[in-house]
Protein backbone atom coordinates (compact mmCIF):
# COMPACT_ATOMS: atom_id res chain seq x y z
CA UNK A 1 0.00 0.00 0.00
CA UNK A 2 2.74 2.56 1.15
CA UNK A 3 4.44 1.43 -2.42
CA UNK A 4 1.47 2.41 -4.21
CA UNK A 5 0.51 5.63 -2.63
CA UNK A 6 4.64 6.63 -3.15
CA UNK A 7 3.69 5.37 -7.32
CA UNK A 8 0.54 8.01 -7.15
CA UNK A 9 2.60 10.80 -5.54
CA UNK A 10 5.52 10.23 -7.97
CA UNK A 11 3.12 10.31 -11.01
CA UNK A 12 1.54 13.30 -9.59
CA UNK A 13 4.48 15.09 -8.82
CA UNK A 14 6.24 14.48 -12.50
CA UNK A 15 2.60 15.84 -13.99
CA UNK A 16 2.75 18.70 -12.28
CA UNK A 17 6.73 19.43 -13.30
CA UNK A 18 6.12 19.00 -17.18
CA UNK A 19 5.97 22.12 -18.50
CA UNK A 20 2.68 23.50 -19.85
CA UNK A 21 3.14 23.81 -23.73
CA UNK A 22 3.94 19.92 -23.23
CA UNK A 23 0.79 19.11 -21.97
CA UNK A 24 -1.29 20.77 -24.60
CA UNK A 25 -2.55 18.54 -27.26
CA UNK A 26 -2.11 20.80 -30.06
CA UNK A 27 -0.22 19.31 -33.00
CA UNK A 28 2.64 20.48 -34.45
CA UNK A 29 2.52 23.04 -36.88
CA UNK A 30 4.79 23.46 -40.28
CA UNK A 31 5.04 26.56 -41.95
CA UNK A 32 7.37 27.63 -44.66
CA UNK A 33 8.70 31.21 -44.59
CA UNK A 34 10.36 33.26 -47.16
CA UNK A 35 13.13 35.36 -46.38
CA UNK A 36 16.05 36.88 -48.67
CA UNK A 37 19.43 36.38 -50.25
CA UNK A 38 22.19 36.07 -47.43
CA UNK A 39 23.86 39.10 -46.26
CA UNK A 40 20.62 41.22 -45.62
CA UNK A 41 18.35 41.60 -42.92
CA UNK A 42 15.43 39.67 -43.58
CA UNK A 43 17.48 36.38 -42.74
CA UNK A 44 18.95 37.59 -39.93
CA UNK A 45 15.26 38.62 -38.90
CA UNK A 46 13.82 35.43 -39.63
CA UNK A 47 16.27 33.39 -37.74
CA UNK A 48 15.56 35.65 -34.27
CA UNK A 49 11.66 35.04 -35.16
CA UNK A 50 12.08 31.44 -35.69
CA UNK A 51 14.12 31.04 -32.83
CA UNK A 52 11.55 33.60 -30.81
CA UNK A 53 8.34 31.90 -31.52
CA UNK A 54 9.90 28.03 -30.72
CA UNK A 55 11.04 29.31 -27.52
CA UNK A 56 7.04 30.53 -27.08
CA UNK A 57 5.23 27.54 -28.92
CA UNK A 58 7.53 24.40 -29.52
CA UNK A 59 5.32 23.17 -31.84
CA UNK A 60 5.76 25.45 -34.60
CA UNK A 61 7.83 24.72 -36.76
CA UNK A 62 9.19 27.58 -39.37
CA UNK A 63 11.08 26.19 -42.39
CA UNK A 64 13.15 29.25 -43.36
CA UNK A 65 13.63 29.49 -47.31
CA UNK A 66 16.34 31.50 -49.37
CA UNK A 67 14.57 33.58 -51.74
CA UNK A 68 16.11 36.39 -53.98
CA UNK A 69 13.74 38.95 -51.76
CA UNK A 70 10.34 40.73 -51.30
CA UNK A 71 9.68 40.40 -55.34
CA UNK A 72 10.29 36.57 -55.45
CA UNK A 73 8.55 36.09 -51.78
CA UNK A 74 5.08 37.29 -53.46
CA UNK A 75 5.24 35.21 -56.55
CA UNK A 76 5.84 32.72 -54.11
CA UNK A 77 2.87 33.40 -51.60
CA UNK A 78 0.39 34.25 -54.88
CA UNK A 79 1.43 30.26 -56.33
CA UNK A 80 1.15 28.93 -52.36
CA UNK A 81 4.60 27.98 -52.11
CA UNK A 82 5.36 29.37 -49.06
CA UNK A 83 3.16 29.78 -46.63
CA UNK A 84 4.74 32.94 -44.98
CA UNK A 85 7.46 35.49 -46.43
CA UNK A 86 9.05 38.74 -45.40
CA UNK A 87 8.07 41.56 -47.92
CA UNK A 88 9.73 45.19 -47.33
CA UNK A 89 6.96 48.05 -47.22
CA UNK A 90 7.29 49.47 -50.88
CA UNK A 91 6.58 45.90 -52.38
CA UNK A 92 3.81 44.93 -49.64
CA UNK A 93 2.01 48.04 -50.43
CA UNK A 94 2.11 48.09 -54.05
CA UNK A 95 0.77 44.43 -53.69
CA UNK A 96 -2.13 44.84 -50.88
CA UNK A 97 -3.31 48.10 -52.03
CA UNK A 98 -5.52 46.79 -54.67
CA UNK A 99 -7.70 45.31 -51.15
CA UNK A 100 -8.79 41.54 -50.31
CA UNK A 101 -12.61 42.57 -51.22
CA UNK A 102 -12.75 38.21 -52.05
CA UNK A 103 -10.96 37.41 -48.91
CA UNK A 104 -8.60 34.92 -50.77
CA UNK A 105 -5.44 37.85 -51.55
CA UNK A 106 -2.43 37.86 -49.44
CA UNK A 107 -2.61 39.19 -46.37
CA UNK A 108 -0.50 40.81 -43.62
CA UNK A 109 0.22 38.57 -40.31
CA UNK A 110 3.00 40.72 -38.26
CA UNK A 111 4.78 43.38 -38.21
CA UNK A 112 8.93 43.15 -38.77
CA UNK A 113 10.45 46.76 -38.36
CA UNK A 114 10.56 50.38 -39.48
CA UNK A 115 13.50 50.43 -41.67
CA UNK A 116 14.87 53.82 -41.98
CA UNK A 117 16.78 54.32 -45.05
CA UNK A 118 20.27 55.59 -45.11
CA UNK A 119 23.66 55.53 -47.77
CA UNK A 120 26.80 54.72 -45.93
CA UNK A 121 30.56 55.66 -47.28
CA UNK A 122 33.70 55.21 -45.39
CA UNK A 123 34.82 57.22 -42.89
CA UNK A 124 37.70 59.07 -44.73
CA UNK A 125 35.30 59.79 -48.20
CA UNK A 126 34.98 63.29 -49.44
CA UNK A 127 30.88 61.97 -49.54
CA UNK A 128 29.16 64.52 -47.32
CA UNK A 129 25.55 64.01 -48.97
CA UNK A 130 23.10 62.62 -51.54
CA UNK A 131 24.42 65.70 -54.32
CA UNK A 132 27.99 64.63 -54.12
CA UNK A 133 26.90 60.70 -55.33
CA UNK A 134 26.57 62.31 -58.81
CA UNK A 135 28.92 60.65 -60.82
CA UNK A 136 29.55 57.95 -58.56
CA UNK A 137 29.30 54.21 -58.21
CA UNK A 138 26.77 53.25 -55.94
CA UNK A 139 25.70 50.17 -54.74
CA UNK A 140 21.49 49.97 -54.43
CA UNK A 141 20.91 46.66 -53.31
CA UNK A 142 19.79 43.56 -54.78
CA UNK A 143 17.40 43.22 -58.14
CA UNK A 144 14.35 42.19 -55.90
CA UNK A 145 14.78 43.77 -53.03
CA UNK A 146 12.26 46.58 -51.93
CA UNK A 147 15.22 48.52 -50.16
CA UNK A 148 16.57 48.87 -53.35
CA UNK A 149 13.15 50.50 -54.67
CA UNK A 150 13.79 52.81 -51.51
CA UNK A 151 16.78 53.99 -52.28
CA UNK A 152 16.20 54.88 -56.18
CA UNK A 153 13.24 56.97 -54.63
CA UNK A 154 15.65 58.54 -52.30
CA UNK A 155 17.58 59.62 -55.22
CA UNK A 156 14.71 60.72 -57.38
CA UNK A 157 13.05 62.90 -54.92
CA UNK A 158 16.67 64.79 -54.30
CA UNK A 159 16.32 65.17 -58.02
CA UNK A 160 19.10 62.80 -58.40
CA UNK A 161 18.58 60.23 -62.05
CA UNK A 162 19.43 56.94 -60.69
CA UNK A 163 20.05 55.39 -63.70
CA UNK A 164 22.10 57.94 -65.47
CA UNK A 165 23.53 60.62 -62.55
CA UNK A 166 25.03 57.98 -60.57
CA UNK A 167 26.52 54.19 -61.86
CA UNK A 168 23.68 52.06 -59.96
CA UNK A 169 24.98 48.45 -59.01
CA UNK A 170 22.46 45.94 -58.45
CA UNK A 171 24.02 43.24 -56.35
CA UNK A 172 23.28 39.29 -56.33
CA UNK A 173 23.88 38.80 -52.89
CA UNK A 174 22.87 41.50 -50.15
CA UNK A 175 26.68 40.84 -48.56
CA UNK A 176 28.46 42.16 -51.69
CA UNK A 177 27.57 45.86 -51.12
CA UNK A 178 29.64 46.18 -47.66
CA UNK A 179 32.40 44.21 -49.14
CA UNK A 180 32.65 46.36 -52.73
CA UNK A 181 32.59 49.32 -50.79
CA UNK A 182 35.29 48.33 -49.00
CA UNK A 183 37.36 47.40 -52.06
CA UNK A 184 36.56 50.36 -53.81
CA UNK A 185 34.49 49.10 -56.20
CA UNK A 186 31.39 50.81 -55.17
CA UNK A 187 31.74 54.67 -53.62
CA UNK A 188 28.52 54.36 -51.27
CA UNK A 189 26.16 51.64 -50.38
CA UNK A 190 22.70 52.01 -49.66
CA UNK A 191 20.47 50.18 -46.91
CA UNK A 192 17.84 49.90 -44.70
CA UNK A 193 17.25 48.62 -41.34
CA UNK A 194 19.40 49.05 -38.14
CA UNK A 195 19.64 45.28 -37.89
CA UNK A 196 21.08 45.34 -41.52
CA UNK A 197 24.67 43.53 -41.78
CA UNK A 198 25.82 45.91 -44.22
CA UNK A 199 26.05 48.53 -42.16
CA UNK A 200 27.28 47.31 -39.61
CA UNK A 201 30.26 45.63 -41.17
CA UNK A 202 31.74 49.53 -42.75
CA UNK A 203 30.43 50.86 -39.20
CA UNK A 204 33.06 48.23 -37.38
CA UNK A 205 35.32 48.35 -40.59
CA UNK A 206 39.13 49.99 -39.76
CA UNK A 207 38.54 53.46 -39.88
CA UNK A 208 34.82 53.22 -39.73
CA UNK A 209 31.68 54.87 -41.74
CA UNK A 210 29.62 57.63 -42.23
CA UNK A 211 25.58 57.46 -42.42
CA UNK A 212 23.60 59.81 -43.98
CA UNK A 213 20.04 60.63 -45.23
CA UNK A 214 18.43 63.18 -47.50
CA UNK A 215 18.23 66.97 -46.96
CA UNK A 216 15.98 68.28 -45.53
CA UNK A 217 14.01 70.17 -48.16
CA UNK A 218 14.04 66.69 -50.11
CA UNK A 219 12.28 64.84 -47.52
CA UNK A 220 8.65 65.53 -48.01
CA UNK A 221 9.28 65.22 -52.12
CA UNK A 222 10.15 61.65 -51.36
CA UNK A 223 7.17 61.07 -49.13
CA UNK A 224 4.96 62.34 -51.54
CA UNK A 225 6.34 59.76 -54.59
CA UNK A 226 5.65 56.45 -52.02
CA UNK A 227 2.06 56.10 -49.92
CA UNK A 228 4.54 53.71 -48.08
CA UNK A 229 7.48 56.31 -46.90
CA UNK A 230 7.40 57.41 -43.56
CA UNK A 231 9.66 60.10 -41.60
CA UNK A 232 12.14 57.77 -39.56
CA UNK A 233 14.97 58.91 -37.15
CA UNK A 234 17.73 56.56 -36.53
CA UNK A 235 18.92 57.78 -33.03
CA UNK A 236 22.63 58.58 -32.10
CA UNK A 237 24.94 55.73 -31.49
CA UNK A 238 22.77 53.11 -33.22
CA UNK A 239 26.45 52.20 -34.89
CA UNK A 240 29.78 52.52 -34.21
CA UNK A 241 31.01 56.34 -34.46
CA UNK A 242 27.40 57.41 -35.33
CA UNK A 243 27.34 60.31 -32.48
CA UNK A 244 23.87 62.36 -33.83
CA UNK A 245 20.81 61.40 -34.69
CA UNK A 246 19.95 61.15 -38.27
CA UNK A 247 16.74 61.90 -39.62
CA UNK A 248 15.50 60.23 -43.03
CA UNK A 249 13.00 58.19 -44.72
CA UNK A 250 11.81 54.68 -44.68
CA UNK A 251 9.00 52.46 -44.58
CA UNK A 252 7.41 49.10 -42.60
CA UNK A 253 8.13 45.98 -43.71
CA UNK A 254 5.95 43.12 -42.66
CA UNK A 255 5.33 39.27 -42.14
CA UNK A 256 2.44 37.98 -45.27
CA UNK A 257 0.69 35.11 -45.82
CA UNK A 258 -0.18 33.27 -48.67
CA UNK A 259 -3.95 33.27 -49.78
CA UNK A 260 -6.17 31.31 -47.59
CA UNK A 261 -3.41 30.12 -45.00
CA UNK A 262 -5.56 28.40 -42.35
CA UNK A 263 -6.85 30.74 -39.20
CA UNK A 264 -5.57 28.96 -36.12
CA UNK A 265 -2.57 28.54 -38.00
CA UNK A 266 -1.79 32.15 -37.86
CA UNK A 267 -3.37 32.66 -34.48
CA UNK A 268 -0.97 30.27 -32.90
CA UNK A 269 1.76 32.09 -34.90
CA UNK A 270 1.20 35.62 -33.97
CA UNK A 271 0.17 34.20 -30.25
CA UNK A 272 4.03 33.06 -29.79
CA UNK A 273 5.04 35.95 -31.56
CA UNK A 274 3.45 37.96 -29.27
CA UNK A 275 4.74 35.83 -26.36
CA UNK A 276 8.09 35.56 -27.84
CA UNK A 277 8.56 39.51 -28.27
CA UNK A 278 11.76 39.52 -25.37
CA UNK A 279 13.53 37.07 -26.93
CA UNK A 280 13.38 38.60 -30.84
CA UNK A 281 14.58 41.83 -29.01
CA UNK A 282 17.65 40.15 -27.88
CA UNK A 283 18.31 38.11 -31.20
CA UNK A 284 17.61 41.14 -33.44
CA UNK A 285 17.99 45.34 -33.27
CA UNK A 286 14.99 46.32 -33.88
CA UNK A 287 13.06 43.07 -32.27
CA UNK A 288 10.95 45.13 -30.27
CA UNK A 289 9.39 46.74 -33.42
CA UNK A 290 7.92 43.19 -34.16
CA UNK A 291 4.74 43.60 -31.91
CA UNK A 292 1.41 43.21 -33.52
CA UNK A 293 -0.24 46.04 -31.99
CA UNK A 294 2.13 48.12 -34.22
CA UNK A 295 0.24 47.03 -37.12
CA UNK A 296 -2.88 48.67 -35.99
CA UNK A 297 -1.56 52.36 -36.79
CA UNK A 298 0.78 51.30 -39.95
CA UNK A 299 -1.42 48.87 -41.92
CA UNK A 300 -5.04 49.68 -43.26
CA UNK A 301 -7.66 46.79 -41.40
CA UNK A 302 -8.53 45.38 -44.92
CA UNK A 303 -4.92 44.45 -45.30
CA UNK A 304 -4.52 42.05 -42.06
CA UNK A 305 -5.36 38.28 -42.19
CA UNK A 306 -8.40 37.89 -40.21
CA UNK A 307 -7.01 35.86 -37.59
CA UNK A 308 -4.22 38.62 -36.93
CA UNK A 309 -7.49 41.09 -36.97
CA UNK A 310 -9.14 38.73 -34.16
CA UNK A 311 -5.53 38.79 -32.06
CA UNK A 312 -5.64 42.60 -31.82
CA UNK A 313 -8.50 42.56 -30.86
CA UNK A 314 -8.07 40.07 -27.82
CA UNK A 315 -5.49 41.84 -26.65
CA UNK A 316 -7.34 45.35 -26.81
CA UNK A 317 -6.01 46.64 -29.81
CA UNK A 318 -8.79 47.04 -32.30
CA UNK A 319 -7.97 47.48 -35.52
CA UNK A 320 -9.39 50.57 -37.04
Known sequence: MVQRRELLLGIITLAATVPARAQRSEPELHLTLGTATPGGSFPAFGRALIAAVSKSDSGVMIEPRITKGSAENLTLLKAGKLDLALVQGEYAYEALSSGRADGTGMSVVAPIDASPGMFVVPASSPIQNVQDLRGRAVALGTRG????????????????????????????????????????????????????????????????????????????????????????????????????????????????????????????????????????????????????????????????????????????????
Open 145 to 320: SGFTIMGRTVLQGSGIDPDHDITPILLDDAGEGATQVLDGRAAALWGASLGWPGFKTLADAPGGARFFGPAPEAIPKILALRASMRRLTVPAGSFRGQDAAIETVGSWSFVLARPELDDAAVTRLVRATDRGRETLARLYPQGRESDPRNLVSNVPAAWLHPATAAYLREIGADPQ
